[in-house]
């Protein structure tokens, strides 16, 4: 599976940004999609993650009623949606695909995907 994030890009803190991860396998290969955000010098961590079949969501605290996940089967795509960026949110952020068969791991943490896409980078200023 190859993943292509996009999106990215510099805003101002209070500002919005839309990513956007398009996979290349078609939905019926997916089970789970989330994003994961990462600092230098730092472990990958946890935003926002969304269940193919039933679109269940899952965030992280710290994005939780800023962030919004949202998936479009038709494409294979998920997006991010980032209101009211913070400094804090500053990083390279990262997609990925966990498949169907996949390991059983809750979605939430970065082991559960097979496929990572290449990274984009969202810097907020303030």
């Known amino acids: 599976v190859q993943l292509q994030a996009s999106g990215g890009g510099l805003v101002q803190a209070g500002g919005s940004l839309r990513l956007s991860c398009a996979a290349s396998?078609?939905?019926?290969?997916?089970?789970?999609m989330g994003w994961f955000r990462q600092l230098p010098g730092k472990e990958r961590e946890f935003v926002a993650a969304?269940?193919?079949?039933?679109?269940?969501?899952y965030y992280a605290d710290s994005v939780e009623g800023r962030f919004t996940i949202s998936r479009d089967s038709t494409n294979n795509t998920i997006y991010l949606q980032m209101n009211s960026l913070q400094r804090e949110d500053s990083a390279i952020y990262y997609c990925?695909?966990?498949?169907?068969?996949?390991?059983?791991?809750?979605?939430?943490?970065?082991?559960?995907?097979?496929?990572w896409g290449q990274g984009t980078q969202v810097t907020v200023s303030s």
């Open positions: 990925a695909c966990r498949p169907v068969k996949g390991r059983a791991i809750a979605i939430t943490l970065s082991r559960a995907y097979d496929f």
């Open positions: 396998e078609p939905s019926f290969k997916i089970t789970a």
């Open positions: 969304i269940r193919w079949a039933g679109g269940e969501e």
